[in-house]
């Protein structure tokens, strides 16, 4: 069954598409003011604009290294500070993908180790692109993030060749160490994914479709 609330308290209501206004950032903070979701996850140069407007109602997430991953961590690392200083209180950094697929588990290591330190008591998700990585890939990326401090891992950026999956959901679920949570991410277009995205174990959903569906289901009397 679904339940729109627990849904809508995992959502991080979502914008992040190229050609986002001023106006889209202001639409999509009211909404979730107004629907009560986790957060709202914008672009790096609307953070100001948002955490002013806001002013603490609902956490702002923002991105860093999005959305490939391959930066250098020193540009990763001024992104950061740059979005804590704007007034983020969640940083999704993208994992480097290319480290991922040739074993360079060390310095994925210390970059997410030097991020989650300037985050500090912030919430920093890691996002290894899922689709592009083996099931062993998943799991080892599961333990490696947990080790380098941050609070979740986040399955996919939604730019790229797949999004979440209930498989991946799944999979990510049963290895997670303590302490660790899971974001899933990524072409969640139905509540009923969403709900089975929770049901599976993750505790936080990125969707830039959802608050409008709650929103639709709730005035149906759903």
């Known amino acids: ?20 206004s ?13 629907l009560g979701t986790a957060s709202v996850c914008i672009p790096p140069c609307f953070v100001a604009e948002a955490s002013a407007y806001l002013d603490g109602r609902v956490p702002v997430c923002t991105v860093t290294g999005f959305p490939n991953g391959y930066s250098a961590t020193s540009v990763k690392c001024f992104e950061t500070a740059e979005a804590i200083a704007d007034g983020a209180d969640e940083i999704d950094m993208t994992a480097n993908i290319s480290h991922i697929k ?31 990585l083996t099931d062993d890939e998943k799991i080892r990326m599961c333990s490696l993030v947990a080790d380098a401090g941050a609070d979740f891992i986040k399955t996919s950026t939604g730019f790229s060749s797949g999004g979440a999956t ?41 969707s830039s479709r959802l608050a409008a569906l709650a929103e639709q289901a709730l005035e149906a009397g759903r």
Do not use: N, W
């Open 166 to 206: 209930r498989e991946d959901v799944a999979l990510m679920a049963a290895h997670l160490p303590a302490g660790l949570s899971l974001k899933a991410s990524g072409g969640i277009r139905s509540l009923e994914d969403a709900q089975a995205f929770l049901d599976l174990g993750a505790s936080r959903l990125g």
């Open 22 to 34: 001023s106006g889209d950032v202001r639409r999509v903070c009211d909404e979730a003011l107004r």
């Open 1 to 20: 069954m679904v339940d729109i609330r627990r849904i809508l308290s995992a959502c991080d209501h979502t914008l992040l598409t190229p050609t986002a």
């Open 102 to 132: 040739a074993g360079r588990y060390d310095e994925l290591f210390r970059e997410i180790s030097e991020i989650k330190r300037i985050a500090g008591t912030r919430v920093l998700k890691v996002i290894v692109e899922t689709c592009l």
